[in-house]
């Protein structure tokens, strides 16, 4: 089983900064890509940011130049710092990763965490 535990998310004014964190656990053979979606009240959930085992990463167009996505493969955590937060960032954000366990590959996804942007 694997097991992802998130953790710094929380209130914040506009503009302002946070760091999210992803740490993975288990009987892992490999981790593949690890990415952060989100979703707002109402709203689908989406890909925020996504980054593969070769350090390669993707933005949604809404974070650009603002998120960055990293990771730490000794680790096995990913991070993502949040820079010039908006209102419309607030939403529940979760973290996501492919592995490998067992011989056999899948998705799995964190608890979530809030993450709220006041004006």
């Known amino acids: 089983q694997v097991q992802l535990v998130e953790s710094g998310g929380g209130l914040v004014q506009a503009g302002g900064s946070l760091r999210l964190s992803c740490a993975a656990s288990?009987?892992?053979?490999?981790?593949?890509?690890m990415g952060w979606y989100r979703q707002a009240p109402g709203k689908q959930r989406e890909l925020v940011a996504v980054i593969t085992s070769g350090g390669s990463s993707n933005y949604a167009d809404s974070v650009k130049g603002r998120f960055i996505i990293f990771r730490d493969n000794a680790k096995r955590t990913v991070y993502l710092q949040m820079n010039s937060l908006k209102p419309e960032d607030t939403a529940v954000y979760y973290c996501?990763?492919?592995?490998?366990?067992?011989?056999?590959?899948?998705?799995?996804w964190g608890q979530g965490t809030q993450v709220t942007v006041s004006s």
């Open positions: 996501s990763l492919v592995a490998r366990q067992y011989g056999i590959t899948g998705r799995y």
């Open positions: 288990g009987n892992i053979f490999s981790i593949y890509d």
